[in-house]
Nanobody
Framework: QVQLVESGGGLVQAGGSLRLSCGVS????????MEWYRQPPGKQRELVAR???????NYADSVKGRFTISRDNAKIAVYLQMNSLKPDDTAVYYC??????????WGQGTQVTVSS
């Protein structure tokens, strides 16, 4: 059974940095996209960053210039480097991987808390 495991969340002061990692136990074939979502307290889950199979990258406007998504195809891992963090970045961050067969996989989430 495939599992996505996130790590790297925590408590950081505004202006600080964190690096989230998402690894996979098991195998996923035909990956179409690897993404990071987040869900702030009391709000809906939103897409933060996306990297597709061709390497195209997209970011939410709110994180452009501050967050960087990257991947390691050999290990099936995806990362999110978060710099210049703001209190509004406080959320549970989720890793998501989709494949061409319309299957998708979610991690359990990792809490990021940014204090002012």
């Amino acid at each position: 059974q495939v599992q996505l495991v996130e790590s790297g969340g925590g408590l950081v002061q505004a202006g600080g940095s964190l690096r989230l990692s998402c690894g996979v136990s098991g195998s996923i074939f035909g990956i179409s996209a690897m993404e990071w979502y987040r869900q702030p307290p009391g709000k809906q889950r939103e897409l933060v960053a996306r990297i597709d199979s061709g390497g195209s990258i997209n970011y939410a406007d709110s994180v452009k210039g501050r967050f960087t998504i990257s991947r390691d195809n050999a290990k099936i891992a995806v990362y999110l480097q978060m710099n210049s963090l703001k209190p509004d970045d406080t959320a549970v961050y989720y890793c998501h991987i989709a494949n061409w067969g319309s299957k998708d996989y979610w991690g359990q989430g990792t809490q990021v808390t940014v204090s002012s």
